[in-house]
């Protein structure tokens, strides 16, 4: 089962997870979301539309923008609204 840990904690884990460019993004619902907390950083992909960000805070550590999501993707990427992935030195396996 795919799992994201980072620092040794696990963040994601889930069967049912959408492989895009090789990064698994996870269901919401499989998200630990008191590890997350808020960002205000957004990038932009040419075929997935704009991405948000949230960071992680695992013990008093924070790896800031390690998650991010597509609130509302462009249509060839509709398959991956609203699932995470992850980054920044975040392990999925």
């Not at 980072?6 to 460019?21: F, K, L, Q, R, Y």
């Not at 013990?59 to 995470?84: H, M, Q, S, T, V």
Request: glycine share 6%; charged share 25%.
């Amino acid at each position: 089962m795919p799992t994201a840990r980072w620092n040794g904690t696990v963040i994601a884990e889930s069967d049912d997870t959408v492989v895009v460019e090789g990064n698994h993004y996870f269901p919401p619902e499989s998200v630990n979301a008191a590890l997350l907390e808020a960002s205000d950083s957004h990038t932009h992909c040419p075929w997935k539309g704009e991405a948000s960000y949230k960071s992680i805070v695992v013990d008093g550590k924070r790896n800031p923008d390690a998650a991010w999501f597509y609130p509302d993707p462009l249509p060839a990427a509709a398959e991956i609204k609203g699932r995470f992935a992850f980054w920044k030195g975040v392990q999925v396996d």
